[in-house]
DNA sequence: TCAAAAACTTGAACTACTTCAAGAAATACA
DNA sequence: TGTATTTCTTGAAGTAGTTCAAGTTTTTGA
């Protein structure tokens, strides 16, 4: 029995035994507890985490201190500033456990060493970041195009269950409107 | 001499001449001339494309008709809708030349036997899309925190000669506002 | 188990933007 | 070069959302 981030890239590519061996050697869970950070505004991200279980989310402070989420990264996703990781810049963001969560946190030195020796791993990393950039544009489409009632409607219907595992404030964030407004949405006040 | 996107390429890993010689005898320049579609939405998207020189754009027609700019792709970036390419599902999207365009066209086909024949360029392509997503990150920062004249006026001084080189309109829909708000932000109406 | 902290609700006042309509200016290309 | 087309401007009226403040409910963890 393997761990999970093996399981999941062998979704997208073919892996041999001794290659199953090197990740298994080379990757680790860990916990991040509820409200941990793991990356802090104007730090330099290092690491990519993939959630094992549990929940984490990228937000940041805007001008008027309210906390808003862009990424919630839950099961068999990547999380982490790809911009600061590449260009090594201080981050934008945060990242914190929005509740007590198991990742594999992959430093960029391993990363690039199981890149060398594994090279197929290209791949996934290729085909997993062209679908995060992708699903990133239907983000933007949904924010343009319909109102703040509309995108918790549909919200709502395409991840029912995530809407009960997430603060309401944190979701409405998410989705670009204000807790009162996503309260009153649910109430039917609008 | 060898085309703009071996150069491209070039800058993120190295290639040797017989690499270099498999990819030129693939990839060609073609011209899309000015409000030319490459996509149009339900269509499947089965190509990328790399912009040599001009200006391409991905848009969506909104529920009131009108068009809204998602993406504008300039000399040396990709344009594509990866949601589609991979699923194989009905695009969302329109994508076309603002003005005319020499792009290099990549069928999936034949960019899946480059990537079969040289490897080496599936860490090219991680490499574009997670720096792509990494800007759609921060492009999703931006219309989160910044008002309409904010985001105008930090695109104005990122993007000096670029705001020069669209149709106004197409630009207040790409910072989600209207070409009339725009008109009087400019005018200082605001 | 229970006190403290976090999350949610409500209504009233406000505002940053949109929409509409019509005319003026700029640009493309026959 | 001239004219059709596209793009930009302006003001007035409307609205989808925000903000604030205070109270209520739910959840957390010692």
Chains 1, 2 share one sequence.
């Not at 979701?171 to 670009?176: F, G, P, T």
Request: aromatic share 12%.
């Amino acid at each position: 029995m393997h761990n999970e981030l093996v399981s999941h890239i062998k979704k997208f590519i073919p892996l041999d035994s001794s290659e199953v061996a090197i990740l298994e050697s080379r990757l680790s869970i860990s916990t991040i507890k509820r409200k941990d950070h793991v990356l802090q505004e104007g730090q330099i991200c290092n690491t990519m985490y993939f959630v094992v279980k549990g929940c984490m989310r990228q937000y940041i402070i805007n001008p008027k201190g309210t906390e808003q989420t862009l990424q919630f990264g839950v099961e068999n996703w990547w999380i982490t500033d790809y911009l600061s990781y590449h260009n090594q810049t201080p981050s934008h963001f945060y990242i914190q456990a929005v509740e007590t969560t198991e990742v594999i946190a992959l430093e960029k030195s391993v990363l690039e060493s199981l890149l060398d020796e594994i090279p197929k791993l290209e791949k996934y990393f290729r085909i997993v970041a062209q679908k995060a950039f992708g699903a990133a544009q239907m983000r933007i489409k949904f924010l343009f195009t319909m109102s703040a009632e509309e995108r918790y409607h549909h919200f709502n219907n395409q991840q029912p269950d995530f809407v009960q595992r997430v603060p309401q404030y944190m979701l409405a964030s998410y989705l670009d409107f204000s807790a009162e407004f996503m309260s009153k949405i649910r109430a039917g006040k609008v």
